[in-house]
């Protein structure tokens, strides 16, 4: 799988004032943000249909939701020559 792919998809979706900049901006520190955010993302699905251990998806949302707060803070921290 794609994890970078997956977790710029979905983040994306939850962060669309960053849309265009999620797309165009290429920094590898937000790309390896953006892999274990997609990888987050994949197991908190799986954990939720299974129904089980709601407190581990408690733990994958809020570690989800910090990633998703350091992806808008290198967002704003690039620079434009780091824009595609």
Do not use: F, N, S, T
């Not at 998809?9 to 520190?29: C, D, G, S, T, W």
């Not at 733990?59 to 350091?70: H, I, K, N, R």
């Amino acid at each position: 799988m794609d994890y970078e792919r997956i977790g710029r998809a979905r983040m994306m979706v939850r962060l669309p004032r960053h849309r265009v900049q999620l797309a165009e901006i290429k920094l590898p520190l937000l790309c390896e943000l953006l892999e274990i955010y997609g990888l987050a993302v994949v197991k908190r699905d799986e954990l939720r249909a299974r129904r089980i251990r709601r407190d581990l998806v408690a733990e994958y949302d809020e570690l989800c939701q910090a990633m998703e707060d350091d992806a808008i803070q290198l967002i704003a921290c690039a620079r434009p020559r780091l824009v595609r």
